[in-house]
């Protein structure tokens, strides 16, 4: 939840597209790190 928050403040302050879209990769890149560990565990 504080990720999706981060990406939000980005945009409402007003940052360039660019730190915005390296934002959101690096959140979905750690949503499916995270999904994959917790695969491997069961």
Request: charged content about 20%.
């Amino acid at each position: 939840m504080a990720e999706h928050t981060a990406l939000l403040d980005l945009m409402a302050s007003g940052a360039d597209a660019l730190t915005i879209e390296m934002a959101a990769r690096n959140h979905r890149l750690a949503t499916l790190d995270a999904f994959l560990r917790q695969q491997h565990k069961a």
